[in-house]
């Protein structure tokens, strides 16, 4: 495997700036203070941002970034998805975790994410189909009396591209996709109270290129040079493009960019009932023996 040095390098950076994140978020902490610090960590360990932190509250699966005028304040209880990627010239590591904010509330709910976790890693090798994987998280969650999220996936992992083929469910979608030697996966399961599905919330201001196009604003092609040449594929934070270039000149480019359908911006992710939702997430290098990238390092 090519750059399989900067894949290692890039699990093990996700890995201490997630550990991190986790001894952060408390009561009366800010968002935007926390995504500031999760972000200065991964620049000082050496790795950048291969998509905008998420911390999703409660009901939010994902898809939760610091908007440009931020305001949310943790509070104790809070149930937060901790969910980032740090890439190394393009080798991405994809991680989550989730917390209950100065509480052991919902202990057995984010346990069942992390069970599902584990039991989904143990069962990796070559050509295992992926509903096997799917099938194995479904029951773990369900053993605990929750549902996983059906319409939310892991995925592959390709240099500059983070949902790449294969999708890995989380249930036993009957799919006869195989896994294939030296390739690098993320499964993530989700654990709700609720019913289990998700749907598309408002924006969140997090925007990735889709479409390889000429624009024929001046300003909108100086804005966009900067997207692909720091970014690529990758999704990125509005307020970037803010720090960047001013709020004025971002906003007419973004507006402009996702108007000709050259970027494409994420919705929030919200559970469809309301339910509470925990998420578990860990890239993986998949051989006879799987490397797990993201392991914790403490």
């Known amino acids: 495997m090519e750059n399989e040095n900067d894949w290692i390098k890039a699990g093990q950076i996700a890995s201490q700036v997630r550990d991190y994140a986790r001894t952060i978020i408390k009561n009366e902490s800010s968002l935007l203070e926390v995504t500031d610090l999760i972000e200065k960590k991964m620049f000082s360990l050496g790795g950048k941002t291969a998509f905008p932190p998420d911390l999703s509250i409660n009901d939010i699966a994902a898809h939760y970034s610091c908007l440009t005028n931020e305001t949310t304040v943790f509070k104790t209880g809070d149930l937060v998805k901790i969910d980032l990627g740090v890439h190394v010239n393009g080798a991405i590591a994809d991680t989550a975790c989730t917390i209950c904010v100065d509480s052991t509330e919902n202990k057995e709910l984010i346990e069942s994410s992390d069970k599902a976790l584990k039991a989904a890693i143990n069962i990796l090798k070559p050509d295992l189909k992926v509903n096997e994987i799917g099938k194995v998280v479904d029951e773990v969650i369900q053993s605990y009396n929750f549902q996983p999220i059906r319409n939310l996936s892991g995925h592959g992992i390709d240099l500059f591209r983070i949902h790449t083929k294969p999708n890995i469910p989380n249930y036993d979608n009957r799919s006869n996709e195989v896994l294939t030697e030296d390739r690098v996966i993320a499964i993530e399961p989700f654990a709700s109270t609720g019913i289990g599905l998700i749907h598309e919330g408002k924006p969140s201001?997090?925007?990735?290129?889709?479409?390889?196009?000429?624009?024929?604003?001046?300003?909108?092609?100086?804005?966009?040079?900067?997207?692909?040449?720091?970014?690529?594929?990758?999704?990125?934070?509005?307020?970037?493009?803010?720090?960047?270039?001013?709020?004025?000149?971002?906003?007419?480019?973004?507006?402009?960019?996702?108007?000709?359908?050259?970027?494409?911006?994420?919705?929030?992710?919200?559970?469809?009932?309301?339910?509470?939702?925990?998420?578990?997430?860990?890239?993986?290098?998949i051989r006879e023996k799987p490397i797990l990238l993201t392991k914790s390092l403490e």
Do not use: D
Request: cysteine-free; aromatic content about 10%.
């Open 205 to 285: 201001e997090v925007y990735a290129i889709v479409n390889k196009r000429p624009t024929r604003s001046p300003v909108v092609r100086e804005v966009l040079k900067f997207i692909e040449t720091e970014y690529k594929t990758m999704p990125f934070a509005k307020r970037w493009i803010v720090k960047k270039f001013g709020p004025g000149k971002a906003q007419i480019a973004l507006t402009t960019l996702e108007r000709e359908n050259i970027l494409y911006q994420y919705p929030v992710l919200p559970e469809k009932s309301q339910g509470l939702v925990s998420q578990a997430e860990h890239s993986i290098l």
